[in-house]
């Protein structure tokens, strides 16, 4: 059984916009982390954010933003200001017995 | 500073041929993980090791893959007799897990190798 669904497989924004990716995963455990990693075309894998379940509080990186609901197991990924250099894949990810379960990617598009 | 390396950045191959691909982590990093991305996925799991043991293997790791880490530094994974479904990229990421059994450590992750097999 997929543990993280992406349900978006490619998105479009016009620069300076804001964007919102979704992601749903599935998990009995307590506490655990959650993450978005960003895969630019170069191809190599950048963590994003990441939020300890055990936080209520959503993570806040500059222009990236989390809303965390724990209740429903959602983890969306907020782009504020989009710029250029977001046009990459974005990979939300959960980490499992020190292995990390990747979704299947949203690709995201950045329009001048 | 220099981060996690993999080498070569790029491998086409017959099928039926052996291939071995090295990873270099960041130094002193303890921990060092291979992961397999195909085509529109996202990677999946392989194989880690923490120093030189290596902790677990992906029931996706078949006999014709083997990865060593010998001195707890550098790692090696190679396939033997490659399939054309052995295409993918293969990601290595390292990280530092402290004493005291902390939760969560940073994985970091390498450009990857990509391997093409005809």
């Known amino acids: 059984a997929q543990t993280v669904t992406q349900s978006q497989p490619e998105m479009s924004v016009q620069e300076a916009e804001t964007v919102t990716l979704s992601c749903t995963y599935d998990?009995?455990?307590?506490?655990?982390?959650l993450f978005w990693y960003k895969q630019p075309p170069s191809r190599q894998m950048i963590l994003v954010i990441r939020q300890e379940a055990y936080k209520q509080q959503n993570a806040t990186e500059n222009r990236f933003s989390v809303n965390f609901q724990k209740a429903a197991k959602s983890f969306s990924l907020k782009i504020s200001d989009s710029q250029l250099g977001d046009t990459a894949m974005y990979f939300c990810a959960f980490l499992r017995d020190d292995k990390i379960i990747f979704g299947k990617g949203t690709r995201l598009h950045i329009l001048p | 500073d220099t981060g996690v390396s993999q080498d070569p950045r790029h491998k086409i191959t017959k099928r039926g041929q052996n291939v071995t691909f090295r990873c270099d982590p960041i130094?002193?990093?303890?921990?060092l993980y291979w992961y397999r991305q195909t085509l529109g996925q996202g990677p999946e799991f392989l194989t880690y090791?923490?120093?030189?043991?290596?902790?677990?293997k992906s029931r996706l790791l078949s006999d014709r893959f083997s990865a060593e880490r010998p001195k707890g530094s550098f790692s090696t994974l190679e396939i033997q007799r490659t399939e054309q479904g052995d295409s993918a990229m293969y990601l290595c990421?390292?990280?530092?897990?402290?004493?005291?059994?902390?939760?969560?450590?940073?994985?970091?992750f390498g450009p990857g190798t990509r391997l093409t097999v005809l």
């Open positions: 990421a390292s990280s530092l897990l402290l004493a005291g059994g902390v939760f969560y450590n940073e994985q970091f």
């Open positions: 998990t009995s455990e307590n506490n655990y982390y």
């Open positions: 130094s002193e990093h303890n921990r």
């Open positions: 090791f923490q120093n030189e043991a290596q902790l677990e």
